[in-house]
C-alpha cells in the first residue's frame, strides 16, 4: 500500500512539473511572437516615416520653382539620404514577409524614379512628374496594405 501511495505522489509531481514546463513554453512562445511583431511594427512604421520624409522633400523640390536644375537634383538625391531610407528598406527586408518585402522594394523604387525624375529636372505640373508620383503613391499604398496584412491589422478600429 504504501507504494501505491508514493507512486500516486511520484506521478503527481511528474504531471505537476511537465504542466509547469508546458506553461511557461507557452508563455515564453507567446512573449517571443509579442516582441517579433512589436519589432515588426516598430521597423516598419520607420520605413513608412522614411519614405514619407524622402517623398516630401522631393515634392518641395519638384515645388519650388527658384530651384535651378543642379540644385532641384541634389535636393531631391539629397532627400533619400537624409530620410534614412535605404537603411530602413534593408531593416524591413531582414524581417518582413515576402508580400511586404516585394512591396516594401516596389514602393523604394517607385519613389526612387520619382526623385529621379525630378533630379532630370521635371517640375510639379509636368506629366512625367505627375505620372511618377501616381506610380509612387500606388505602390506606397501597396506597401500599407501588405504591411497592415503582415501585422494582422486588416481594419481600422
Partial sequence: MEWVSLISVLVGA???????????????????TERAMTHRRTEYSKFLGSLSEARNEVRIAAHDDQLELPQRAIRAIDAFKQAGAYEARFRVALISSPSVRR????????LRGLRDVVARGATHG????????AASDTAFDLLVVQMRADLGVNELP
Fill in 103 to 110: 512591396a516594401s522594394d516596389g514602393a523604394f523604387r517607385a
Fill in 126 to 133: 509636368q506629366q512625367e512628374y505627375l505620372d511618377a508620383r
Fill in 14 to 32: 511528474i504531471i505537476g512539473l511537465a504542466g509547469s514546463l508546458f506553461s511557461d513554453r507557452t508563455r515564453w512562445q507567446r512573449e517571443a
